[in-house]
């Protein structure tokens, strides 16, 4: 998923962004997500991605410690 936000403000070390076009969806992420010299006004570009291989390697590990605790009963 690809869309743009604008830097509204920046408060205590949080970026707050507004989805473009409309600008009616606030996202809050840490300052340090954002490119360096990033000010408010500016647009931004957010990419995300699902990674695939870290999402099986953390289900395999929660199914290892769901088995083990249950083999301790």
């Known amino acids: 998923m690809n869309f743009k936000a604008t830097l509204d403000w ?4 949080i970026a707050v962004l507004l989805t473009r076009p409309e600008e009616t969806t606030l ?3 840490p300052l340090f997500f954002l490119p ?19 999402t099986g390697n953390a ?3 929660a199914s290892a410690l769901l088995y083990k605790l249950k083999s301790k009963n």
């Open 36 to 54: 360096e010299g990033s000010e408010e006004g500016d647009i931004l570009n957010i990419d995300i991605t699902k990674d695939m291989q870290e």
């Open 59 to 61: 289900k395999a590990r």
């Open 27 to 29: 996202i809050q992420i």
């Open 10 to 13: 920046i408060e205590n070390e």
